[in-house]
Every structure is written in C-alpha cells, then in structure tokens.
C-alpha cells in the first residue's frame, strides 16, 4: 500500500486518482462542517461546486438545507455558513444538506469521476478515517483542499497526522516523498493551533469572527465516524 498527497482542488488529476482511495481534507473548514453536521444526524449532504447547482438540485427536496460560503460567509438566502457551529443536533438531525464551499466540496467534485472510494476526513475523524484506509490496504492518496489553488498548511498537517498513525499500524505501508514531508512535520507538531500561527487562511477566519470554529475543527478524534461520498451525496460509510 502507497500513500500520496495532492496539495490543493486544483491539482487533482485523472492519473493521479484512478480507481485510487481518496480521503477529501478541508480542516478550514467544509470537510469538519461535514463530519460535524453527519454526526449530529444530518441524514445526508449533496455537495457541489457552484451556488446555482445547489439552488437547482435542492428543489428536488421539500425541507432542504442550502449551506454553504463565499469567503467564509454565509450565502446570502442559505440558511447556514460555514461555520460547524452552526450544526448542531437541534437543529439539523434528519435534514439533507445541499452544500457549496470555495475549495472543499470543488475537490469532491474534482475527484468524483476517477477515484475508486471517496471518504471525507478532518482531524475531528482522523482516527476513524485512518483505520478505514489501513484496513482497506490499498493505495490511497489525500487530497488536500487548498486555498484557491494555494498550498493550505492545515489541510496538509491533518494529511501528515493520518500518514503517521497509518504508518504506526502498519510498518509496511509506503509514502511517496509529499507523504513523507508532510509526515516529518507532523511528527514534530505537538499543538495544531501553535503550528498553524500565521497560516492565511487560519489568520482570515479569525479576523472574520471565526476564532470559535478553530477549537472545534482542531479537536482529534471528537467523531468515530467515515462520511463517504458515494452517488453524488456523503453519508456516514
Ligand atoms: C472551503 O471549502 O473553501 C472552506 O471550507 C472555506 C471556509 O473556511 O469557509
């Protein structure tokens, strides 16, 4: 089993993915909104690249939820943003999420056609989704969401967590250099928000109001959950 890493949505390709296990990482904050919202019961989420897709598709629903942003903020008409707060048990168990996000459900979309599994993980999962993949035992790569086609450090240091606990199971499993790289920074990390001071996208959030939402994305292991994308919608594998 090898395990790669592509850097952002955008670099996602054909041959890198084909008939590959994928795992979508969007820490900041689409993949933890979606962990967060499944396990407080959402029964399923449709994620898409643009506004219009999630307008037209959600018509299809008569309780829908439209969720989603545009720099970090709620669309305007959605009922919900982006923030995992905004998810809680009381008020989204048993409803169907129609989502947009800049980045994260853009490398869903991206990855949709070629890969052979697509799981969805933050470090709010990261346990759960490590397992899955060393169980699985076949090649996977990480997709790491990015910022508008930049390089996002905190997508990238959740990837580097899942290689060094899938290589503490299992001695056997390869890295490709990315894999490695980012495992060495991982293996040197020993506080997330410490190593992630002064990251863009990190720094824009909070400067947008959304200190809150970093407590909550940066807490491993808070869900024992895989959420899957399977038939264009995530649930709970
Ligand atoms: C995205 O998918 O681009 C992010 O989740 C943006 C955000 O932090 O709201």
Known sequence: MVIDVIDTAGNVTEEKIKNKIVVIID?????SVMTTALANGVNAIYPYKDIESVIENSKKNSNPLLCGERKGLKIEGFHCGNSPLEYPHEKVAGKTMYMTTSNGTRAIENCARYARKIYIGAFLNIQAVTDKLVENRDDAVLVCSGTNDNFSFDDALCAGEIIKRAVERDAHIKCTDMALALKFIADHSTDISTTLKGCKHFEYLKSIGFEG?????????????????TDGKIKIA
């Open 27 to 31: 820490v900041l904050r689409a993949t």
């Open 213 to 229: 939402d970093m407590e909550h994305c940066f807490t491993m292991d808070k869900y024992n959950i895989v959420p899957e994308y």
